[in-house]
């Protein structure tokens, strides 16, 4: 660090490391270290689109090399800031081939993305799925650190995350290996509503949902005991077998508008009455 000034750019900095990497004499360790340094800064950038392209034309590929074999379940939400200002942000995994990188991407106009990597002992494994406004002042995400259990964690960061507390366990056969989200929860009079994801007997993926407090998002308001939605016998092959999943979903016209993926080969979208939904959900407690 002696070698940096107080601010530099990222050419500076990996200036500086090749510097250090040419040294013959260079320990393996001090090797390593600095190779994930430059890692690590490799996985912050902006991307820029122009004007006059189509928002069809904005696709955004894999850049640094933590995503290089996958950009993987981003959960997209309208997050609304306590001053009423806007933005579309994004969880989403990012896989090397080897290990995998919480991300987070966010944008206010479509055409300039700034992409950040997520840190912190909250900001394990998959499945982080962000709230969709600020909960008595601090951000709220829900999270699958051990890959078996619904968490759910406060921070005043949207980068930095920590102190999970398991929100929800397997309770029923359908889930019983796994539980997880299926999208950032989604606002309503009721309560927040989680769609959720269920792993069961020949890990077979379905679809759920649960109901929680509005105010203090680890009370479970109600929960339901069958699928929301199961895989159908002509849904069960394909790339990933046996599995329905979604990535997030929303409510237009008092419905809940569901797309979801079939077995990775294809996808289509369900939709559910919401009064009905609710009913269900209060009655299940």
Request: aromatic share 12%.
């Given at each position: 660090?002696?070698?940096?000034?107080?601010?530099?750019?990222?050419?500076?900095?990996?200036?500086?490391?090749?510097?250090?990497?040419s040294?013959?004499?260079?320990?393996?360790?001090?090797?390593?270290?600095?190779?994930?340094?430059?890692?690590?800064?490799?996985?912050?950038?902006?991307?820029?689109?122009?004007?006059?392209?189509?928002?069809?034309?904005?696709?955004?590929?894999?850049?640094?090399?933590?995503?290089?074999?996958?950009?993987?379940?981003?959960?997209?939400?309208?997050?609304?800031?306590?001053?009423?200002?806007?933005?579309?942000?994004?969880?989403?995994?990012?896989?090397?081939g080897?290990?995998?990188?919480?991300?987070?991407?966010?944008?206010?106009?479509?055409?300039?993305f700034?992409?950040?990597?997520?840190?912190?002992?909250?900001?394990?494994?998959?499945?982080?799925?962000?709230?969709?406004?600020?909960?008595?002042?601090?951000y709220?995400?829900?999270?699958?650190?051990?890959?078996?259990?619904?968490?759910?964690?406060?921070?005043?960061?949207?980068?930095?995350?920590?102190?999970?507390?398991?929100?929800?366990?397997?309770?029923?056969?359908?889930?019983?290996?796994?539980?997880?989200?299926?999208?950032?929860?989604?606002?309503?009079?009721?309560?927040?509503l989680?769609?959720?994801?269920?792993?069961?007997?020949?890990?077979?993926?379905?679809?759920?949902?649960?109901?929680f407090?509005?105010?203090?998002?680890?009370?479970?308001?109600?929960?339901?005991?069958?699928?929301?939605?199961?895989?159908?016998?002509?849904?069960?092959?394909?790339?990933?077998?046996?599995?329905?999943?979604?990535?997030?979903?929303?409510?237009?016209?008092?419905?809940?508008?569901?797309?979801?993926?079939?077995?990775?080969?294809?996808?289509?979208?369900?939709?559910?009455?919401?009064?009905?939904?609710?009913?269900?959900?209060?009655?299940?407690k």
């Amino acid at each position: 660090m002696q070698d940096l000034p107080d601010e530099f750019e990222y050419a500076v900095l990996k200036n500086v490391v090749n510097k250090a990497l040419s040294d013959p004499l260079i320990r393996q360790e001090r090797r390593t270290a600095l190779e994930e340094v430059i890692w690590l800064a490799d996985s912050f950038y902006d991307l820029q689109f122009k004007h006059d392209s189509d928002i069809t034309e904005r696709v955004i590929f894999p850049i640094s090399d933590s995503e290089s074999r996958g950009i993987e379940d981003a959960r997209f939400v309208r997050f609304v800031d306590d001053d009423k200002s806007d933005r579309v942000m994004a969880t989403y995994t990012a896989y090397n081939g080897h290990v995998i990188l919480p991300k987070l991407i966010s944008t206010e106009d479509f055409y300039t993305f700034r992409v950040i990597p997520l840190y912190g002992a909250g900001a394990q494994n998959k499945n982080l799925a962000l709230f969709p406004r600020k909960i008595k002042g601090k951000y709220a995400m829900l999270s699958r650190i051990d890959g078996v259990n619904n968490y759910l964690m406060y921070s005043d960061r949207p980068t930095q995350w920590n102190n999970p507390v398991i929100l929800q366990e397997p309770r029923y056969t359908w889930e019983f290996t796994q539980i997880g989200n299926c999208g950032s929860p989604l606002w309503t009079e009721e309560g927040w509503l989680v769609i959720t994801h269920g792993v069961g007997a020949m890990r077979r993926y379905c679809i759920g949902a649960s109901l929680f407090d509005l105010d203090d998002p680890s009370k479970e308001i109600g929960r339901l005991k069958e699928p929301l939605l199961s895989p159908l016998e002509d849904e069960r092959e394909g790339y990933v077998p046996n599995v329905v999943y979604s990535c997030g979903s929303i409510i237009h016209n008092n419905s809940l508008i569901l797309p979801y993926a079939v077995s990775d080969y294809s996808s289509t979208y369900g939709v559910v009455d919401m009064v009905e939904l609710m009913e269900a959900l209060k009655n299940s407690k």
